[in-house]
């Protein structure tokens, strides 16, 4: 397992594509999180900390976009964090794409059971978050397993304002924007009916695999439209309703 993550980790930092470990090994989900887990590792290893957890293919939009049927979660870290406004080289991906998203700050440990009737209390922040995705599988295409074993194509994202946990993200209007211009529109009810859904689901998963979500910790709770590629020279924007905007140069 190590070799396939010495491969993915190789081609995320070169920025070159590699062909789909499906096409040469079949991978079961729990051998891609493993592989997924040793990635990670060389990440911690280089001195990189881990901030959080991302969920991937929570809306039907990118379930059909992807060609897949279940939910997924890769790891943040804080080489893959940017703040409002900063500049982004384009040398550092493959062939990236954009989402707008709906992000979470964790105030306490969540180490037990938690349902939609608790989950606020363990929630510091709300936020309107811009994820860049880009896989380092060749043209963007990848099976279930080999998307898990690349981390979920985690690549970059950016953070807005936190707002109060009582700010409304249930069936809010999202999009995203190259340049001033609106390419993508979505509700926030396409990330599995409601975000806060997902946050429950992110927690159970990560129970799943013996890991907790920790204060201080961010969750992306998955895009609610499809992704889109973008370009050097492009400013990237997400939008939600009631959360203002966040937005990345590339250059």
Known sequence: MDQFAQ???DAALQAEAIPQISLSSQLSLAEAYHVQDLLLKKCVDRGEQVVGVK?????LAKMEQMGVKEIIWGSLTDRMRFHSGDEVSIENFIHPRAE?????LIGKNIDG???????EQFVQGV??????????????????EDVVADNCS??????????????????IEISLSFNNEMVET?????????PWNSLVTAVGLLRSHNRILKAGDIVLAGAATAARFFESGFLVEAHAEGLGSVGLRIV
Do not use: C
């Open 7 to 9: 491969i993915l980790d």
């Open 55 to 59: 969920l991937g293919f929570t809306s």
């Open 100 to 104: 707008p998203e709906i992000a979470f």
């Open 113 to 119: 059971h938690i349902s939609l009737q608790n989950i």
């Open 127 to 144: 936020a309107v978050a811009v994820e860049i995705i880009d896989s380092r599988y060749r043209d963007f295409k990848f099976s279930l």
């Open 154 to 171: 985690s690549a970059a994202f950016a953070v807005g304002s936190w707002y109060p946990v009582s700010t409304p993200i249930s069936n």
């Open 186 to 194: 979505g509700n926030s009810s396409a990330i599995l009916g409601d």
